[in-house]
Nanobody
Framework: QVQLVESGGGSVQIGGSLRLTCATS????????VGWFRQAPGQEREGVAQ????????NYAASVQDRFTISRDNTLNTVYLLMNNLEPGDTAMYYC??????????????????WGQGTQVSVSS
């Protein structure tokens, strides 16, 4: 069982920045994938970014490429999502997800086994 706890959400103005944190329970394998997803009201949950805990290789959705940066600190069992130049379209509940014991694949909800409770991000003018 993997536990995930998100933090760092909040309200910011257009162009602002936030850093989300996902604290995970310790993985038993070096091969894991941790991702960030988001879901706006009335919308499907969509993948934002994911990272390999083994080598740090990231993968991003096109909508956030060049604005968001995912990183990990294996010593702290933590994954971060730095979000810059935020836009109103980034407003959503952000969820951390884990795919323990397997490498990253397509950034799809169905490829992740464990989920956190989410942290709200709101961007306004």
């Amino acid at each position: 069982q993997v536990q995930l706890v998100e933090s760092g959400g909040g309200s910011v103005q257009i162009g602002g920045s936030l850093r989300l944190t996902c604290a995970t329970s310790r993985f038993t394998s070096i091969h894991n994938c941790v991702g960030w997803f988001r879901q706006a009201p009335g919308q499907e949950r969509e993948g934002v970014a994911q990272i390999s805990t083994r080598n740090g290789t990231p993968n991003y959705a096109a909508s956030v490429q060049d604005r968001f940066t995912i990183s990990r600190d294996n010593t702290l069992n933590t994954v971060y999502l730095l979000m810059n130049n935020l836009e109103p379209g980034d407003t959503a509940m952000y969820y951390c997800a884990a795919r323990p014991g397997r490498i990253c694949s397509d950034l799809l909800r169905s490829n992740f086994d464990y989920w956190g409770q989410g942290t709200q991000v709101s961007v306004s003018s």
